[in-house]
T-cell receptor, first 118, second 113 residues
Framework: AQKITQTQPGMFVQEKEAVTLDCTYD???????LFWYKQPSSGEMIFLIY??????QNATEGRYSLNFQKARKSANLVISASQLGDSAMYFC???????????????FGKGTLLTVNP | SQTIHQWPATLVQPVGSPLSLECTVE??????LYWYRQAAGRGLQLLFY??????ISSEVPQNLSASRPQDRQFILSSKKLLLSDSGFYLC????????????FGAGTRLSVL
């Protein structure tokens, strides 16, 4: 089974609207971390937001928020007030095991291509 | 602030030729370092990671090797490139013993012909 599933290969959104990018994960660990990265056409992976499995509140970073539903094992990224510059690939990733532990590996999903229309 | 440099940005190499990609980090000490490969339209695959000088862990046995000769330098190498080595290679770093938020370089597009 895939550890990270992003079911939307592509998404379209109008400029200034909000958009939700889906991510579900699979782990038997109680302690883990969830990440979202943005990859513009230039190729660089840009870290957006982090959610720890024991964090009680959903993470927010500016226009980005992570809708964390632990029981459903989902960690959806919400982008508010979309901008043309938000057009990019978005990847969800997971670290299994506790923060500061010996597991350094991030497992990435296959990504969602977001296109923001003017 | 910390920065990560990766070069070259683009590389075209013939099959059977050697490879050396270099990555350096500035502004931090004793980082964890990573090499990833991204095939066209795919997610990232971790190739190697390092938690210290001379310490290399391989995730996927293959035609590539990695070395960490200095604290903030990570090198990806091959003695003889294969067609299947083509792809986008990304270097990343993270703080030791933290959330493992990984910060990436700009990447190298490698075409093996």
């Amino acid at each position: 089974a895939q550890k990270i599933t992003q079911t939307q290969p592509g998404m379209f959104v109008q400029e200034k609207e909000a958009v939700t990018l889906d991510c579900t994960y699979d782990t038997s660990d109680q302690s883990y971390g969830l990440f979202w990265y943005k990859q513009p056409s230039s190729g660089e992976m840009i870290f957006l937001i982090y959610q720890g499995s024991y964090d009680e509140q959903n993470a927010t970073e500016g226009r980005y928020s992570l809708n964390f539903q632990k029981a459903r094992k989902s960690a959806n990224l919400v982008i508010s007030a979309s901008q043309l510059g938000d057009s990019a690939m978005y990847f969800c990733a997971m670290r299994e095991g506790p923060s500061g532990g010996s597991n350094y590996k991030l497992t990435f999903g296959k990504g969602t291509l977001l296109t923001v229309n003017p | 602030s910390q920065t990560i440099h990766q070069w070259p940005a683009t590389l075209v190499q013939p099959v059977g030729s050697p490879l050396s990609l270099e990555c350096t980090v500035e502004g931090t000490s004793n980082p964890n370092l990573y090499w990833y490969r991204q095939a066209a339209g795919r997610g990232l695959q971790l190739l190697f990671y390092s938690v210290g000088i001379g310490q290399i862990s391989s995730e996927v046995p293959q035609n590539l090797s990695a070395s960490r000769p200095q604290d903030r330098q990570f090198i990806l190498s091959s003695k003889k490139l294969l067609l299947s080595d083509s792809g986008f290679y990304l270097c990343a770093w993270s703080h030791q013993r933290a959330k493992n938020i990984q910060y990436f370089g700009a990447g190298t597009r490698l075409s093996v012909l």
